[in-house]
């Protein structure tokens, strides 16, 4: 490990760089892709829509027809899912949203605009062309790129997806991560809670974080502090999935196993970064599995999956993706005391402003429960109350 503590920026582009994208592929039912990330580039056979329609209800005619005085006899009745005829010269057609404009017709003018009358049609003020028109490949053409590979396939995607016909996609195959929780004071809910043991909050948070990103979950719960249990759920866990999360036992403690357990199995490396909530970042490698270690704290836990080990997923997913993007706000509180270290703090948005919990200890979890996201805090840095400071959606770090 290097002795000098590593910027948040440098020690993620560090593991990003470790991060290998998956390459197997398979195909998977468009229906059954929410979360999976696309593999083969989505190109369109249909073009979309694929005829010039109407985007109201209303009348379709020439503009040449139009005048303020004359009433326009009403020729034919297009409802969506039809096709009308030829628009007869000096009249209108009843038209319908998603109707196709039929040929003849230059402009659809709203039904609200129009005056009808036994059967004919009159609108006073002078319709353009093209108006109310959805014109025939404007949203996508035959033979486009409708979706990248690489692309996360969201509801928007799958919607796409089904607009253009696809009824499977090729995929990247799921990646697997195998997590397990160390900590002898650890205790799963639903079991007897002893005189000074702890509920194990980080296999819920985990758990659910790696599921929301399409990963497999292998969960081979909980190991006690003790170095050859440590290396034997290790080992099965390098052989179940690709990925290795742990949470706990990375600190130097003599009851944290998790590093010599790395070393013995395959190899470690460990970036100091200077930042807070956190510890240092452990990754290594065990067989053929990236291994990622968590701290223990549940509040540093979080915190450090979502600006490390997360980017680090998406890449080796194959994901595309960006980084999180953040904005300014005006700080709702004081903050005297510059920290030595870039601190995240537990934040919400009232009314305008950025409060804090008011106890920001990273075991603090009801901390992350409550906020909407994290004021992000320059070592260094005091905060006058008014001063803008950064903000971090807490949505921005799980997209
Ligand atoms: P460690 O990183 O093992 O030194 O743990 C740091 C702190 O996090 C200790 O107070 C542990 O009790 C707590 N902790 C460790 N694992 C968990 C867990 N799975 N759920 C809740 N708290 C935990
Ligand atoms: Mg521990």
């Not at 998977?28 to 056979?45: I, K």
């Not at 919400?348 to 996201?373: E, F």
């Given at each position: 490990m290097s002795e000098s503590a590593l910027s948040v920026d440098a020690a993620l582009a560090n593991l990003l760089a470790a991060a290998l994208p998956i390459t197997d592929q398979e195909t998977c039912p468009t229906e059954a892709a929410l979360g999976r990330v696309l593999a083969t580039p989505l190109v369109s056979e249909?073009?979309?829509?694929p005829l010039d329609n109407a985007a109201m209800d209303g009348y379709a005619l020439r503009?040449?027809?139009?005048?303020?005085e004359s009433w326009l006899p009403i020729s034919q009745r297009i409802p969506a899912g039809s096709l009308g005829g030829e628009l007869a010269p000096g009249t209108a057609a009843r038209i319908f949203t998603g109707a196709p404009v039929p040929s003849g017709a230059d402009c659809v003018v709203m039904q609200e605009d129009c005056e009808v009358n036994d059967g004919k049609v009159r609108l006073v003020t002078a319709p353009r062309v093209g108006s109310h028109i959805r014109r025939a490949g404007e949203d996508i053409r035959a033979g486009q790129t409708v979706l990248e590979a690489g692309a996360r396939l969201g509801p928007a995607q799958l919607g796409v997806a089904a607009s253009v016909g696809a009824v499977e996609l090729g995929v990247m195959r799921r990646l697997k991560a195998a997590v397990f929780f160390t900590g002898d004071e650890i205790v799963l809910p639903g079991q007897p809670l002893a005189h000074g043991r702890i509920y194990n909050s980080n296999r819920a948070t985990l758990v659910a974080l790696l599921s929301q990103m399409g990963i497999e979950v292998v969960d081979l719960g909980q190991v006690p502090d003790r170095l050859d249990a440590t290396i034997a759920t290790l080992e099965r866990a390098a052989l179940a999935a690709d990925v290795v999360i742990t949470s706990g036992g990375v600190s130097v403690g003599e009851e944290d196993h998790i590093k010599a357990a790395v070393e013995r199995l395959g190899r470690i490396e460990m970036w100091k970064v200077a930042m807070k909530p956190g510890k240092p970042l452990v990754y290594g490698r065990v067989g053929n599995a990236d291994f990622l270690g968590l701290p223990g704290n549940p509040v540093s836990a979080f915190v450090v999956f979502c600006l490390f080990v997360r980017p680090f997923l998406l890449r080796r997913m194959g994901a595309e993706s960006q980084p999180a993007a953040s904005f300014t706000m005006p700080a709702g509180f004081d903050w005297p005391k510059p920290g030595k270290r870039r601190e995240f703090l537990r934040a919400r948005l009232q009314d305008g402003w950025a409060m804090l919990y008011p106890n920001q200890s990273s075991g603090v979890l009801t901390s992350l429960a409550w906020a909407d996201g994290l004021v992000d805090i320059e070592a260094g840095a005091s905060v006058e109350n008014g001063e803008s400071v950064r903000f971090i959606p807490l949505s921005e770090l799980l997209k």
């Amino acid at each position: 490990m290097s002795e000098s503590a590593l910027s948040v920026d440098a020690a993620l582009a560090n593991l990003l760089a470790a991060a290998l994208p998956i390459t197997d592929q398979e195909t998977c039912p468009t229906e059954a892709a929410l979360g999976r990330v696309l593999a083969t580039p989505l190109v369109s056979e249909v073009t979309v829509p694929p005829l010039d329609n109407a985007a109201m209800d209303g009348y379709a005619l020439r503009l040449a027809d139009w005048s303020a005085e004359s009433w326009l006899p009403i020729s034919q009745r297009i409802p969506a899912g039809s096709l009308g005829g030829e628009l007869a010269p000096g009249t209108a057609a009843r038209i319908f949203t998603g109707a196709p404009v039929p040929s003849g017709a230059d402009c659809v003018v709203m039904q609200e605009d129009c005056e009808v009358n036994d059967g004919k049609v009159r609108l006073v003020t002078a319709p353009r062309v093209g108006s109310h028109i959805r014109r025939a490949g404007e949203d996508i053409r035959a033979g486009q790129t409708v979706l990248e590979a690489g692309a996360r396939l969201g509801p928007a995607q799958l919607g796409v997806a089904a607009s253009v016909g696809a009824v499977e996609l090729g995929v990247m195959r799921r990646l697997k991560a195998a997590v397990f929780f160390t900590g002898d004071e650890i205790v799963l809910p639903g079991q007897p809670l002893a005189h000074g043991r702890i509920y194990n909050s980080n296999r819920a948070t985990l758990v659910a974080l790696l599921s929301q990103m399409g990963i497999e979950v292998v969960d081979l719960g909980q190991v006690p502090d003790r170095l050859d249990a440590t290396i034997a759920t290790l080992e099965r866990a390098a052989l179940a999935a690709d990925v290795v999360i742990t949470s706990g036992g990375v600190s130097v403690g003599e009851e944290d196993h998790i590093k010599a357990a790395v070393e013995r199995l395959g190899r470690i490396e460990m970036w100091k970064v200077a930042m807070k909530p956190g510890k240092p970042l452990v990754y290594g490698r065990v067989g053929n599995a990236d291994f990622l270690g968590l701290p223990g704290n549940p509040v540093s836990a979080f915190v450090v999956f979502c600006l490390f080990v997360r980017p680090f997923l998406l890449r080796r997913m194959g994901a595309e993706s960006q980084p999180a993007a953040s904005f300014t706000m005006p700080a709702g509180f004081d903050w005297p005391k510059p920290g030595k270290r870039r601190e995240f703090l537990r934040a919400r948005l009232q009314d305008g402003w950025a409060m804090l919990y008011p106890n920001q200890s990273s075991g603090v979890l009801t901390s992350l429960a409550w906020a909407d996201g994290l004021v992000d805090i320059e070592a260094g840095a005091s905060v006058e109350n008014g001063e803008s400071v950064r903000f971090i959606p807490l949505s921005e770090l799980l997209k």
